[in-house]
């Protein structure tokens, strides 16, 4: 468990724990009705990047959570291996940049399914199916 905590506090993993946490802070006041999930849509345009068709709050948690939960995994892997201090500062840059991209990935890729599964009613008419009555 310590060690858990250990790795979650060290660099670069408190990065994206510091990030968790504002995440989680902003779905406990949109849980005692605050806020509204969808308060960050008209703000932010994701569909430039993959991520549209959710609400943007809800994309940038799933972001966060998949690059914590990655480099989380790789402080973990990484920790035991007692490598020199050169190769644990490379480490950590490389899962610095690398967190965030896997999870944007990640969640590209569960948006998309999210999209498939559930057509928005915003959703252009050459996704839409064609009536037999046209």
């Known amino acids: 468990m310590w060690t858990v905590?250990?790795?979650a506090a060290s660099f670069p993993t408190h990065?994206?724990?510091a990030?968790?946490?504002?995440?989680?802070c902003f779905w406990l006041v949109v849980a005692a009705?605050?806020?509204?999930?969808?308060?960050?849509?008209?703000?932010?345009?994701v569909?430039?990047?993959?991520?549209?068709?959710?609400p943007v709050a809800a994309s940038?948690?799933?972001?966060?959570?998949?690059?914590?939960?990655?480099?989380?995994?790789?402080?973990?892997?990484?920790?035991?291996?007692g490598a020199s201090w050169v190769l644990t500062a490379l480490a950590s840059g490389v899962v610095l940049a690398g967190a965030p991209l896997l999870a944007w990935w990640l969640t590209r890729a569960l948006v998309r399914l999210l999209?498939?599964?559930?057509?928005?009613?915003?959703?252009?008419?050459?996704?839409?199916?064609r009536s037999p009555l046209t």
């Open 47 to 54: 569909d430039v990047w993959g991520l549209g068709g959710i």
């Open 5 to 7: 905590i250990d790795a």
């Open 60 to 81: 940038f948690s799933l972001m966060t959570a998949f690059a914590w939960t990655g480099s989380l995994c790789a402080a973990l892997l990484t920790g035991p291996l």
């Open 115 to 129: 999209r498939r599964r559930h057509p928005d009613e915003h959703a252009s008419s050459a996704y839409l199916p």
């Open 19 to 24: 990030a968790l946490l504002v995440v989680v």
């Open 15 to 17: 990065v994206f724990t």
């Open 33 to 45: 009705g605050v806020a509204d999930s969808a308060c960050f849509d008209e703000d932010i345009d």
